[in-house]
């Protein structure tokens, strides 16, 4: 086989950068979006945690944050576009270390890292280890009680109680939303003030029990069949079990009566009659 022309391997060359650029792309906005989520989840189950005047602290102090963090981003980032226009061979830099990145990224022989895959399954720790959705859904309304709406802080400290494990506020984020419910702002209860919450409503009752295997026997004649073969009463002893000769043989009597023939006696007969 010959080899690879000039224009060849700078086309080879180009599909595998450009397929690395956008491996690389998609990778560092996932771990972005992850982290951005994970952030807004902690900080909303911190503020959710609390009520009434400590509320209002807590926002205050997220507020504060986020306007110090501003200032910093936007300090940092006027900071970096002065240092790159003073020095434009950082830019040479920076693109030689994204052409190598997407060069390795890039390589069809490149096995897939299982780290990845591992990291996007649900971690089997906490309060939520092996239980099922119909486990979760079943806890859930049970820790409701005849309340129709509940405060996430208040369902942490419910579980807690019933389960003895320590459910933190991102636990029940989690458990609510593995049940198919919905975190809402604004909900109310009695003697607090609104807070982040859980309505009843939002939650989907666990699946049914499967129902119990039917119990089969001979309805009396004259009797409703609706009232199933338990309630049946019928006349005369019971047929034993035979210990040779085959079944019971049944042979129908009259209008609903029959005749069971025993093999192992065959002398006695048990009639069940009107």
């Given at each position: ?144 009680g ?57 939650l ?56 069971v023939?025993d ?9 069940i009659?009107?």
């Amino acid at each position: 086989m010959s080899a690879p022309t000039s224009a060849q391997w700078l086309r080879a060359a180009a599909a595998r950068i450009a397929k690395g650029s956008e491996l690389l792309a998609l990778e560092r906005t996932k771990r972005l979006i992850g982290w951005v989520r994970s952030v807004w989840a902690r900080t909303m189950g911190w503020l959710g945690e609390a009520s009434g005047i400590a509320w209002a602290v807590r926002l205050a102090v997220l507020l504060g944050a986020a306007w110090i963090l501003r200032k910093l981003g936007l300090g940092l980032a006027g900071a970096v576009a002065r240092r790159l226009e003073a020095t434009p061979s950082l830019m040479w830099i920076a693109l030689a270390l994204w052409l190598i990145a997407a060069w390795r990224a890039g390589n069809p022989k490149r096995p897939a890292a299982p780290a990845a895959a591992e990291a996007e399954e649900p971690a089997e720790e906490g309060p939520l280890a092996g239980l099922t959705v119909d486990e979760i859904r079943a806890l859930l309304i049970k820790v409701f009680g005849p309340d129709p709406q509940v405060h996430v802080a208040v369902l942490a400290e419910r579980l807690t109680g019933a389960t003895g494990s320590g459910w933190e506020a991102a636990d029940v984020r989690a458990a609510v939303e593995a049940a198919g419910g919905r975190v809402e702002r604004g909900v109310r209860m009695p003697g607090r003030t609104p807070s982040t919450g859980v309505r009843r409503k939002t939650l989907p009752d666990p699946s049914p029990a499967s129902p119990p295997p039917s119990v089969e026997g001979v309805v009396v004649a004259g009797q409703d069949s609706s009232t199933g073969a338990a309630t049946a009463t019928p006349t005369g002893s019971a047929t034993p079990a035979p210990e040779r000769g085959g079944e019971p043989r049944v042979k129908p009597v009259g209008q609903g009566g029959v005749v069971v023939h025993d093999p192992a006696e065959t002398v006695r007969h048990h009639k069940i009659t009107l």
